[in-house]
DNA sequence: CGCATTTGACCGGCGC
DNA sequence: GCGCCGGTCAAATGCG
């Protein structure tokens, strides 16, 4: 009971210090985005001209919330009111669909709710519906976990009732087991049906009721599964996964619906997330022309575990462009890489430079899958900061933004934090994908409409301060 | 000696 | 009800 307490004090510090970053961030954001009376957030989302040579700091007003862009840190909640409202709103209107999915980059902690809330509400769950659980029972027993209905959990029990969400990363890996920054420890290991490898089950070892667990098929592919989030502090270098991995578990709630139709990527769901940066969407419009510039990770449910599989494997971005499906037919391909500064967890990585591909593929139990076009490329290297990974594409047209002095400036301040360099590399992304606005435009040759997006700091030292750039491309 | 790993037993869900 | 299978437990074993 004395650790469970302790724990909970230093998640309750935890807490605050993000309440406090938040406030610090919203300050910051209200200072730098300018202001406009066009009603909508997509028509008030400045071009990146405007945006990035945006009036004098202390100049600004402050913008009234409904009119922000919603930052995502990574943190989406399955349960979130507005998000529901929201989704709701675009099975009526693909076009109010985009309104705000062009530019929803969202800080979606909750923050709209009072600090006590977010202790309170159950509707905070992910991140901290297990340690809330804790606090309750006083403990946390895995197997007892599955069983026991949780408020927080009834969005995903009405459509997963027995398993948690769980996400899978397929990674060529020399060891037997990922280094992600936390530690396991191997309570079990069977002989699964089908599979010469043997299935290895660790659990986490920092806390005893910490539900992470994961089994581990060491094939040529290592395929690491986790299941349930951290109740615990983090180091830095295991945030990165337990991130990554929480997200997309958040996502899988929220767009849980997805999942239960196994194709069905429906033109009227709308997720979207933000895992460790790896900015994740699966909104879908297939009647509008306009492209979704975020990738779709891949979903799949084996028997009642909806699973988001992440695949690390596959070196080769292009070679996903052969992918094809008539669902997408009407689209183009869109392909998105990302270089992620890297925490020494994925120094362990076998690649020099593992290509994230996040395929658009929904994996079967049996291994069978279904593909989409859109994918995901992202690296994660030993190096302290994000830094450019042009991808060579003959087809692609090249568009240059150079950010001026003043975001730049802005953006230090609030850039420190390594998960929000992440998601500040994909929310520009994202904004630059969607707003298409005075941007300078080299037109490529070809005739393809790929696009490729990069970010410039004017100065090195800026570059180096703010740790960031990025490339997109669109196909 | 303490901790991590191994491994057979056990349990519960699921399909037939 | 029975058997299969995935997942967990816990005693035995190994290692530093």
Redesign the pocket.
């Known amino acids: 009971m004395d650790a469970v307490r302790e724990d909970n004090e230093r998640l309750k510090l935890t807490l605050s210090q993000i309440l406090k970053d938040y406030h610090s961030l919203k300050k910051h954001f209200h200072s730098i985005a300018p202001q406009d009376d066009e009603p909508t957030v997509q028509k008030n989302t400045p071009t990146p001209t405007e945006f990035f040579q945006g009036a004098s700091l202390p100049d600004l007003p402050v913008v009234e919330e409904s009119k922000l862009v919603s930052l995502s840190l990574g943190r989406f909640s399955s349960v979130d009111e507005k998000r529901e409202e929201r989704r709701n709103n675009i099975e009526k209107n693909h076009e109010e669909h985009y309104k705000f999915d062009g530019l929803e980059l969202g800080l979606d902690c909750k923050f709209h709710l009072g600090s006590s809330d977010v202790m309170k509400n159950p509707s905070t769950e992910n991140r901290l519906d297990d340690s809330k659980e804790d606090e309750q029972n006083g403990t946390w027993?895995?197997?007892k976990s599955l069983?026991t209905k949780r408020s927080g959990d009834d969005e995903i029990l009405q459509q997963n009732p027995?398993k948690k969400p769980r996400v899978s990363i397929r990674a060529t890996c020399d060891t037997q087991t990922i280094n992600d920054g936390c530690?396991?420890?191997?309570?079990?290991?069977?002989?699964?049906?089908?599979n010469p490898c043997p299935?290895?089950?660790y659990?986490c070892?920092v806390s005893s009721s910490c539900p992470v667990?994961r089994?581990a098929e060491d094939m040529s592919v290592l395929i690491t599964t986790y299941e349930g989030t951290h109740n615990h502090p983090l180091s830095v270098s295991a945030k990165a996964m337990a991130s990554a991995t929480s997200a997309a578990a958040a996502m899988l709630k929220s767009g849980s619906s997805i999942s239960q139709q196994g194709l069905g990527f429906s033109a009227t769901s709308s997720t979207s997330t933000n895992l460790h940066g790896l900015n994740f969407n699966s909104t879908n419009n297939l009647t509008t022309s306009q492209p979704s510039y975020f990738p779709r990770p891949s979903i799949s449910s084996s028997?009642?575990?909806p699973t988001v599989v992440l695949d690390l494997t596959t070196p080769n971005i292009s070679s996903h462009n052969k992918l094809s499906s008539s669902l997408f037919s009407d689209r183009p391909s869109t392909s998105t890489c990302l270089n992620f500064s890297s925490t020494p967890s994925f120094s362990s990585f076998n690649s020099h430079t593992l290509k994230a591909s996040l395929n658009n593929e929904f994996h079967t139990r049996s291994g069978a899958l279904f593909n989409s076009r859109n994918h995901m490329g992202a690296s994660y290297n030993s190096q302290p900061y994000i830094h450019s990974n042009v991808q060579t594409s003959p087809e692609v047209q090249n568009m240059h933004v150079h950010v001026t002095d003043k975001i730049a400036a802005a953006t230090k301040a609030i850039a420190r934090d390594p998960t929000f360099q992440s998601a500040l590399a994909a929310a520009i992304t994202s904004f630059l994908g969607n707003s298409g606005g005075n941007v300078q435009e080299n037109h490529g040759s070809g005739g393809n409409s790929g696009q490729n997006f990069h970010l410039y700091f004017p100065q090195q030292s800026m570059k180096d301060e703010i740790g960031c750039t990025t490339s997109f491309i669109n196909h």
Do not use: D
């Not at 530690?183 to 089908?194: L, P, V």
């Open positions: 027993t895995p197997s069983k027995l530690q396991w420890r191997k309570y079990g290991q069977k002989i699964a049906k089908a299935r290895a089950y659990r070892t667990q089994c028997q009642s575990h």
